[in-house]
């Protein structure tokens, strides 16, 4: 069956990986919206989605497309909400309910479930702040998937890496199967 799967692109190195997985995800007759911050453009185009999707990404709350607001239109019927990578700062906006950015606001809006995959340096990933962030927000009931051990782009071999793109898809079809 067919479902309709937003995906969130926050700010990480590990951005380049969700190309996969969106592809994957349209692959398996899904329909996939991406919502992107201004900072993951820093690590995958636009383009790319676009063309993967066939529709492209959104990068602006206030983005003409969408009158009501692409929190309202995109998560109107939604399945699933993937956040992938979920940086530090995305935690945090979603664990203190600021809809601060698109991507915090699809999160307030959304009520089909919602699953984070978080990648950041060990360092933060270690940070009681982030800890507590994630804590709060298992509590709300966000499905979490990593980060792994692994090299990390700082160059050290630590926890903080996003999990594999098959993994997030697994998890994905999971979440999808015990909805019918
Ligand atoms: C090269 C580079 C890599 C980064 N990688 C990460 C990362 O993996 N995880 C993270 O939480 N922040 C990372 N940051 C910091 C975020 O990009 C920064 O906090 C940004 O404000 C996040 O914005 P967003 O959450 O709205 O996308 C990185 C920054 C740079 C310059």
Same mark, same amino acid.
């Given at each position: 069956?067919?479902?309709?799967?937003?995906?969130?692109?926050?700010?990480?190195?590990?951005?380049?990986?969700?190309?996969?997985?969106?592809?994957?995800?349209?692959?398996?007759?899904?329909?996939?919206?991406v919502a992107m911050t201004p900072s993951a453009e820093h690590f995958i185009g636009r383009s790319t989605f676009a063309a993967l999707c066939g529709e492209p990404p959104v990068l602006d709350s206030f983005d003409a497309r969408f009158p009501l607001?692409?929190?309202?239109?995109?998560?109107?019927?939604?399945? #699933?909400?993937?956040? $992938?990578?979920?940086? &530090?700062?995305?935690?945090g906006s979603c664990a203190l309910g600021l809809?601060?950015? /698109?991507?915090?606001?699809?999160?307030?809006?959304?009520?089909?479930?919602? #699953?984070?995959?978080? $990648?950041?340096?060990? &360092?933060?990933?270690?940070?009681?702040?982030?800890?507590?962030?994630?804590?709060? /927000?298992?509590?709300?009931?966000?499905?979490?998937?990593?980060?792994d051990s692994g090299w990390l782009s700082c160059r050290r071999v630590g926890e903080g890496r996003m999990s594999e793109p098959d993994a997030i898809l697994e998890v994905c079809m999971s979440l999808l199967g015990s909805k019918e």
């Open positions: 069956m067919a479902h309709r799967i937003i995906v969130g692109i926050s700010g990480g190195i590990a951005a380049f990986k969700i190309a996969s997985l969106v592809s994957r995800l349209v692959q398996s007759g899904n329909r996939v919206s607001g692409p929190h309202i239109e995109l998560l109107n019927g939604a399945d #699933l909400l993937v956040i $992938a990578p979920a940086t &530090a700062h995305i935690l809809a601060d950015g /698109l991507i915090p606001t699809l999160y307030l809006q959304a009520e089909c479930p919602v #699953l984070m995959a978080p $990648a950041m340096s060990s &360092a933060m990933w270690s940070k009681p702040a982030v800890q507590r962030n994630v804590q709060q /927000l298992r509590e709300d009931g966000v499905r979490f998937i990593g980060p």
